[in-house]
């Protein structure tokens, strides 16, 4: 099964920039995981993702699996970023992406790069409050600043395929289901421009949002669970989000990440028909257990609503082990079932097709 699904091009369908330039070993290590310090005497080698990182992309590089983390960063410098991001994007096997493009705290390589080194169509994803916050920044009347937003949305590029909210990193996921009033909207724009620099998290701004690229026709994806420092993760169950995608239907929501409410994701996945999933991010930051989340998140999700994302960001590693840790994890549980009678090979091999890019090609309309 694995010999099958590695070749399999994977549709990455929430991914970001990485850095075009090298970095020293503190930066590298900051990159890995979320944290956003690393305490004296610990190593972010010594996680699920460092050791992850040591088995799988040393070899892309020249080098011996296991390497030393030493000799693995020396030999990144001697080929450089610009090698080091080219090989480990083209070794991910990708058949497109759909990049979100909201964050980006330095200069970060784009949509058209990342696709370059790919050798795969990249798309955006416009990320819902970087639009009101550049409203917003502009200055205007907050009275204009509703129609503001909804017309930038509108007018997105026509290389857009969809848009993320990250209320559940500003507001939570407690999201009521009905549109916002003018009257809330204009109270809740005027509290946001008087600020100096705009930041939403008003649940009446992350909701009106959402409406307006629903009413956009965009898939909506949405932050849920695991993230950086500042997630709260008490408010992050996707759970709390459920009378907003039922409001939603028939346009779908997508739940990212998810961990560790992957099966109450997988649930809605199952009950709610606007509703996809899947594990990016935790995927490789689980390393060698990377293959139990995937089992549970597919316990209940109907294999076609389960999508492949990386949800890389900074480091191409990252990339590639979202990409060797996803097939090894789906493989694994389709060939238990194949051994165990539960389903044919020939059922595993189209639910790997499904997962691996069909289904994402079906809800973006790639």
Not at 281 to 299: F, K, V
Not at 314 to 334: D, I
Not at 343 to 351: G, I, L, M, N, Q
Request: glycine fraction near 10%.
């Amino acid at each position: 099964m694995l010999g099958y699904l590695e070749s399999l091009p994977l549709l990455d369908h929430h991914c970001h920039g990485v850095l075009g330039r090298d970095v020293g070993r503190a930066e590298f290590e900051a990159l890995l995981t979320e944290a956003d310090t690393v305490p004296p005497g610990v190593s972010l080698f010594e996680t699920q993702v460092g050791f992850a990182l040591r088995r799988w992309c040393p070899p892309v590089l020249g080098l011996d699996a296991h390497a030393a983390p030493d000799d693995y960063l020396a030999r990144r410098a001697e080929l450089g970023a610009a090698e080091v991001n080219r090989r480990l994007l083209e070794a991910a096997g990708l058949a497109a992406l759909c990049v979100d493009t909201g964050f980006a705290p330095e200069a970060i390589l784009d949509p058209v790069e990342l696709g370059r080194l790919a050798g795969a169509p990249a798309h955006e994803v416009v990320r819902l409050e970087a639009v009101a916050e550049e409203v917003a920044a502009g200055g205007g009347d907050a009275a204009r600043f509703a129609a503001d937003v909804r017309a930038r949305i509108d007018a997105r590029p026509a290389g857009v395929v969809g848009a993320k909210s990250i209320a559940a990193y500003r507001a939570g996921l407690e999201l009521e289901g009905a549109r916002p009033s003018a009257a809330e909207l204009a109270s809740a724009a005027g509290r946001l421009m008087r600020q100096k620099e705009p930041r939403v998290c008003d649940e009446v701004l992350h909701r009106y949002l959402v409406w307006c690229a629903v009413d956009a026709g965009l898939p909506v994806q949405f932050h849920v669970g695991y993230g950086d420092a500042d997630a709260d993760l008490r408010r992050g169950d996707p759970l709390l989000l459920a009378g907003l995608l039922r409001a939603m239907d028939p346009v779908p929501a997508l739940l990212l990440h998810n961990y560790p409410f992957h099966r109450n994701a997988g649930y809605l996945a199952q009950v709610l028909p606007n509703v996809y999933v899947d594990a990016g991010l935790a995927t490789h930051n689980l390393g060698h257990r990377a293959p139990a989340l995937i089992a549970e998140l597919l316990e209940l999700a109907p294999f076609g609503k389960v999508l492949y994302s990386s949800d890389a960001f900074g480091l191409a590693e990252l990339y590639y082990l979202g990409a060797v840790l996803f097939r090894r994890g789906l493989a694994a549980f389709l060939g238990d079932g194949v051994a165990d009678g539960a389903w044919t090979s020939a059922d595993a091999e189209r639910v790997a097709g499904m997962v691996a890019s069909a289904n994402a090609r079906r809800v973006y309309g790639i």
